[in-house]
């Protein structure tokens, strides 16, 4: 049973079937996460390289875990210790990388466009791990599973997501995921960080943090991106905190059921109040988990039959 | 020694003729005199070879990416005569003796006339003006610190007034760096969706209006280089009214590619000033209809294969378009009845000379024998592998243009016979 799709780059090109397929597999295997021997044979002679080119910890071994509990092979490749130091460029790296055999790609790039490249240089599945700004899918994927299992469905849920949107790949993939499974979604951010040419479809724009979080079922905070920061976007840390924190009292405007996300890391207590990412609202954790299921059901989606 | 160009046409003729040259200078039309040397036309329309206000030929430095003999003889079989050099290269233009040995190099070689722009401040820094009258005693033919933007306007407007004392002028990349910040391309809708950092129109509309003021204030002849924006365009048209001493030019790729070509994240596409928006295309073409746009310019800018294949933030800026330019214009914009050949030939030639100050070119008794002629009945596709230029990757590789120089002349000497 695969999608007809061979990459995950963004969601241009995939039917809303497509991606309900994906979501409805996640149950299976999150079911398979909770057996005492977590494996099951599906990718078995299958190779995955984890291509990162960028620093990450949660989402390489996530999804290193989902095809290791899957029963592929991993080829684990990170850009720190590797040639492109000594100045090789992206499309040799990919095709030595493709002389090993690999079946998949799953890359991470600072530059938006990437996992373009390397899925034509490739030409074999590659699946987006997040690439500059541009999109990071199977976060999406996971944050609309966390809001399912939630609430049951997502058509006419109202989620909010609040902070530096303009460098954000998971708001740009969440706001383009959700508009397509029928939610309603706001971007919130000081005017700088909030770029105008994103209000399309259901999704709508604002500055003022009271009108975006009240009767929001959703409240997502994102990490605000401080190593991006050195275009004066905004005044100080502590002015951002004041104005866009996300905290309990501002999620009394919300619905009574609102719950809190993040994708992580955090910065606590800067673009979201500690306690309230621990509190019982929140599904931080839960998204964790999640994920490990969501990218399971996109390795078997991209790749079972393939071979 | 008499050469004899026979069976060609005269723009807007369909007569055959023939053109006589001698020592260089065009000696005169069908005369009864029996030449040394004949040359069939096949009924090719002739015409003054182009002239190339902005060609990035990357010697002394970037020989990997082009040199004066593959960039000269690119820009010969793309029908150029004459090509004006810019000089961010490594290192820059900004020393008399590079200037000299430049041109002397250029004239071994036998394709291309080569007029190397020097460098308006050392080491293109924007800081300090370069040794100005000794840069044009060696032979450079305007000042630029094109690679760069100007960023402190006082530098500019010193420059500008002693270039202009020599009589020369400065000509800009006019974008305001510190609006650009790290865009990669336009900032608009196509930039968002991608995730990519973007420059923003007004980053070149605002540089342009403080050019054309520090123009009006001096007097002195400023250039701006590949206009991009529609808004841009607008200040200058008003500038040009307001009485400043301004020209401008715009590039083939601004008016036949948008951003959306970069919806592929393929780096070819990424040049400096970016790819902007249909209507930003649409009001350059109108500006070259109705004269604010003095000429075209091609901003050949060559790279390695390796090095565009990079990603959008790494490669670098840049589209090689000498051998293209003409053709491309000719079948986007005269086939379609939009524009026609004389006024296309004008911004390609006289356009560019009258910007100069330099003789505007002709056919006529007693001009300089640069000469090209153009076959404008039969296609052909674009082919970056046959290219002259080391850069061998092209936007429109596989496009059918009309309109490829078969010959060019310079100074009487064939320097490209297709």
């Known amino acids: ?307 | 020694m008499m050469l004899e160009i026979k069976n060609i046409k005269r723009v807007g003729s369909d007569t055959l003729e023939s053109l006589f040259i001698e020592d260089g200078k065009i000696r005169g039309w069908n005369l009864s005199e029996s030449a040394s040397e004949t040359i069939d036309g096949k009924g090719a329309t002739v015409a003054p070879a182009l002239i190339e206000l902005h060609a990035h030929l990357r010697e002394p430095g970037q020989e990997q990416k082009e040199d004066l003999a593959s960039g000269l003889a690119a820009a010969a079989a793309g029908g150029y005569g004459t090509v004006v050099s810019m000089p961010n290269t490594s290192p820059v233009v900004d020393d008399p003796g590079i200037v000299t040995s430049l041109i002397q190099k250029a004239d071994r070689l036998g394709f291309a006339r080569l007029k190397p722009a020097a460098a308006l401040t050392r080491g293109q820094k924007g800081e300090t003006l370069a040794d100005l009258a000794a840069l044009k005693d060696a032979g450079a033919a305007m000042f630029t610190d094109d690679g760069r933007t100007n960023e402190n306007a006082n530098v500019l407007r010193r420059g500008m007034e002693y270039a202009s004392g020599l009589g020369l002028l400065v000509s800009v990349h006019a974008e305001d760096a510190t609006l650009r910040q790290d865009g990669v391309m336009n900032e608009g809708v196509v930039s968002q969706e991608l995730g990519l950092p973007g420059n923003p129109a007004a980053a070149e509309a605002a540089r342009v209006a403080r050019d054309v003021e520090i123009a009006l204030l001096t007097g002195a002849r400023l250039h701006i280089q590949h206009l991009s924006t529609a808004r841009a365009l607008e200040i200058v048209r008003q500038g040009k009214k307001a009485g400043a001493p301004v020209t401008c030019e715009v590039c083939p790729h601004h008016l036949t590619l948008t951003d959306e070509a970069l919806r592929g994240f393929d780096a070819m596409y990424k040049v400096a000033p970016p790819l902007r928006t249909q209507q930003d295309a649409e009001a350059l073409f109108e500006g070259l209809l109705d004269g604010t746009v003095d000429c075209l310019a091609t901003d050949h800018a060559p790279h390695t294969q390796a090095e565009k294949e990079k990603d959008m933030l790494e490669a670098p800026f840049g589209i090689p378009s000498i051998e293209v330019a003409f053709p491309l214009m000719y079948t986007r914009f005269v086939k379609t009845g939009k524009i026609s050949l004389e006024k296309l030939l004008d911004l390609f030639t006289a356009g560019c000379a009258r910007v100069m100050n330099w003789e505007v070119p002709s056919l006529e008794e007693g001009a300089v024998a640069d000469v090209v002629l153009l076959d404008l009945e039969n296609s052909k596709a674009v082919d970056p592998k046959s290219f002259k230029s080391k850069a061998r990757f092209s936007p429109w590789a596989g496009d059918e243009l009309y309109g490829w120089p078969v010959l060019t002349l310079v100074n009487g000497r064939v320097a490209f016979q297709g």
């Not at chain 1, 849920?157 to 303009?166: E, P, Q």
């Not at chain 1, 673009?271 to 599904?283: F, K, N, Q, T, V």
Request: include cysteine; aromatic fraction near 6%.
């Open chain 1, 1 to 307: 049973m695969g999608t007809g799709v061979k990459h995950l780059l963004d969601f241009q090109g995939w039917t809303v079937e497509g991606i309900q397929g994906i979501l409805e597999t996640a149950d299976v295997m999150k079911e398979v996460l909770e057996r005492p021997v977590k494996k099951v044979p599906a990718l078995q002679g299958i190779t995955v390289c984890t291509a990162f080119f960028e620093n990450s910890t949660r989402t390489r071994t996530s999804f290193e875990l989902a095809a290791r509990r899957m029963s592929a092979d991993v080829l684990t490749f990170a850009a720190g210790a590797s040639s492109l130091s000594k100045g090789e460029s992206l499309r040799d790296t990919i095709e030595t990388l493709n002389a090993y055999k690999v079946d998949a790609f799953i890359v991470r790039h600072h530059a938006s466009g990437a996992a373009h490249q390397v899925a034509k240089f490739s030409g074999k599945s590659t699946i987006n791990a997040g690439d500059g700004r541009r999109a990071h899918p199977t976060q999406a994927l996971l944050d609309a599973y966390t809001m399912l299992k939630e609430f049951g469905k997502l058509e006419g849920l109202k989620v909010t997501i609040v902070g530096d949107i303009l460098h954000s790949r998971v708001a740009r993939s969440n706001a383009e995921l959700l508009d397509l499974l029928g939610a309603d979604v706001t971007l919130c951010g000081p005017a700088t960080l909030l770029p105008k040419e994103l209000q399309k479809g259901r999704v709508k724009l604002t500055n003022d943090m009271q009108a975006a979080v009240k009767d929001a079922d959703v409240v997502m905070a994102l990490r605000l991106q401080q190593e991006r920061m050195n275009g004066g976007f905004l005044p100080s840390m502590s002015e951002y905190a004041l104005t866009y924190q996300v905290n309990e009292r501002l999620l009394e405007l919300a619905k009574d059921h609102a719950i809190v996300l993040h994708p992580g890391p955090m910065n606590r207590d800067l673009e979201i109040s500690g306690s309230l990412a621990d509190s019982e609202r929140s599904r931080i954790i839960a998204q964790v988990e999640y994920g490990q299921a969501i990218r399971m059901s996109v390795l078997y989606h991209l790749l079972v039959g393939k071979k």
